[in-house]
């Protein structure tokens, strides 16, 4: 085996070419055997192993720095630099992070879970390095579905304008996480088809110069490519052709289902891990009921669709009411408000860690201009992804404080089509709504009239002892409400308050007649929250609250348990701190 004698990526170098095909041949195994035992990005890794092999053959990371969008594609950069027994051995998988991580590695530069980023960071690094006189290459790479990003173009522009080294490795592979939608890919398909002559060329025409590798997973024709740009005076990309999910037949067959995955099967492709119907399922039912007679409706997604359950099948059932964006979170809100301007029915959905990317285009394009967009905000949960590239904690600050957004929080399946059914009857408010992580049944009935906003449902009465059970953390709240009858006799009031985005004042007055203390639950953080405002309501008043949130900080990959446990929100932590308050 080579790759036990690869200690680190200096190793590489004394390699010739079919020791270097083999050692790839090598890390596509163990890359296959982690991913299906352990999950993670199985289509970015098994189609960039070759390049990552040529880029750290030719150039000397860490002098030379290396900046990886998303960082979907770094495991074998993580193998070639003293990671690879959190690759080779399962009880070393935790180790690493599935994105760069500068805490693990002097050759990873930057924390990268979000998209088309990187060539703006390389700038910064290009600029840092030239007002400082020195030398090194810096390299950014940058997929094909991540240039459709705004950022992404940004970058470039300033690639060009900057005019020093700088080299963009765009690894075409054809797809984004599904296929790729926008204009630009008309471009990148005609340069793959003419061998990288096509007189129309969208890197040029950004002022940047210009190499083709039609086989990106030829580490022969990636060294000789690379070697020519090693060193350069001026920014160049180096456009290479690879092949998603490369050296595994069901990856490369069915490239969006390998995307990212949990663990699965091998020998059949089969995923461990089976999912009832959930929220992203109960949307595209909707959308597909409603376009049957309102021509207007229209589903949005930027590069997600399966957050919205539109598979390729449903896709192509939805036609025309379905639009893919890119990867551009900020054009879908901007695209949603102008479709609700013209008396189009758009719905966006969009996970939570990538609508803090559209905060301009909410409050500047959609807020102000109070155009009833509806919005979706999937996986906004304490419990939801927990790397912390993808937390999903901070919508509630980000989204409740802006002007004219209707914030809702269903805590149901029947609750969450009631409010959808709402957000598309209503013309007066851009609404967004948060949608549980945890699919939960009530068989309850919900009135789809939320026209009176920031009206509260007390759903039981009591006394003593208020809960605002918000959304996801409803059935918490339940849970702490039982407990507080069962342990110390006290038959709490719980109150399901629906509206993220303000107070019912009258209910929150009437509860100081037979209240001492009120509690809120949020599945989010505490600062700008939701427990804030009921906090600041009662402010001059004797009632005592305590808000149950998360604090604000960065954790990574954290245990859901202790993580709650460190931020009192057990049942038993929370019955503690509210009787010792009463």
């Not at 990288?196 to 024709?221: E, H, Q, S, W």
């Not at 359950?309 to 449903?314: A, D, I, K, S, V």
Request: glycine share 8%.
């Amino acid at each position: 085996m080579y790759l036990e004698k690869i200690s680190t990526n200096n190793d590489l170098k004394s390699l010739s070419t079919d020791e270097l095909n083999s050692l790839s041949d090598e890390i596509r195994h163990y890359l296959l055997k982690k991913l299906s035992e352990h999950g993670g990005h199985i289509g970015p890794n098994l189609g960039f192993v070759e390049p990552t092999i040529a880029l750290h053959y030719v150039f000397n990371s860490p002098s030379d720095k290396f900046v990886f969008d998303v960082s979907h594609q770094s495991y074998t950069h993580k193998i070639l630099t003293g990671r690879k027994e959190a690759f080779m051995f399962p009880d070393k998988y935790d180790d690493v992070s599935g994105y760069t991580e500068p805490s693990e590695s002097a050759h990873d530069f930057f924390t990268i879970g979000h998209t088309s980023t990187s060539v703006s960071l390389a700038c910064g690094l290009a600029k840092a390095r030239d007002v400082k006189g020195d030398k090194e290459n810096i390299i950014a790479v940058i997929g094909d579905g991540s240039l459709s990003g705004g950022e992404a173009f940004e970058g470039l522009n300033n690639a060009a304008e900057l005019g020093t080294n700088m080299i963009i490795i765009v690894n075409d592979n054809q797809m984004s996480i599904a296929e790729n939608a926008g204009g630009m890919y008309r471009n990148l398909k005609e340069l793959r088809d003419s061998n990288g002559n096509a007189p129309c060329n969208f890197f040029k025409a950004m002022g940047l110069d210009y190499r083709y590798v039609a086989d990106g997973n030829n580490i022969t024709d990636l060294i000789k490519a690379l070697n020519e740009v090693k060193d350069c005076a001026h920014p160049v990309v180096v456009h290479i052709n690879t092949l998603k999910g490369k050296g595994y037949a069901p990856a490369e067959a069915h490239k969006e289902a390998y995307h990212w995955g949990f663990p699965f099967d091998i020998a059949t492709g089969e995923s461990k891990v089976k999912f009832d119907d959930d929220y992203s399922d109960f949307f595209a039912n909707f959308i597909l009921d409603k376009i049957k007679t309102d021509p207007a409706v229209v589903a949005i997604t930027s590069a997600t669709p399966i957050i919205i359950g539109f598979t390729p099948e449903l896709r192509k059932l939805a036609g025309k009411h379905f639009v893919d964006v890119g990867i551009a979170e900020e054009h879908a809100v901007a695209f949603a408000s102008g479709i609700a301007k013209n008396g189009g029915k758009p719905f966006y959905g969009v996970y939570s860690t990538f609508i803090q990317r559209a905060y301009d285009q909410l409050s500047q394009d959609l807020a102000i201009n109070n155009n009833p967009a509806v919005i979706n905000v999937f996986m906004g949960s304490l419990a939801g992804m927990t790397d912390v590239t993808h937390l999903g904690f901070f919508d509630i600050p980000l989204i409740s404080n802006i002007p004219n957004i209707v914030y809702l929080a269903p805590t149901c399946k029947e609750e969450y089509l009631a409010m959808l059914e709402w957000s598309y009857l209503q013309n007066s408010h851009p609404v967004v709504i948060r949608v549980p992580s945890n699919v939960v049944i009530s068989g309850k009935t919900f009135d789809t009239d939320y026209n009176i906003l920031n009206k509260y449902q007390i759903d039981r009465n009591g006394s003593k002892i208020a809960i605002l059970a918000l959304g996801g953390f409803y059935q918490l709240g339940e849970t702490v409400a039982d407990a507080l009858k069962e342990n110390h006799g006290i038959d709490a009031t719980l109150i399901n308050p629906r509206f993220i985005t303000g107070t019912d004042n009258e209910m929150l007055e009437m509860l100081k007649a037979n209240h001492s203390v009120v509690i809120t639950l949020e599945d989010g953080v505490l600062d700008g929250g939701f427990g804030e405002k009921i906090s600041r309501y009662y402010g001059n008043s004797d009632m005592k609250v305590l808000n149950f949130g998360a604090k604000k900080e960065f954790v990574d990959r954290f245990d859901v348990n202790k993580f709650f446990a460190d931020n009192h929100l057990t049942v038993p932590q929370i019955v503690a701190d509210t009787i010792q308050l009463l």
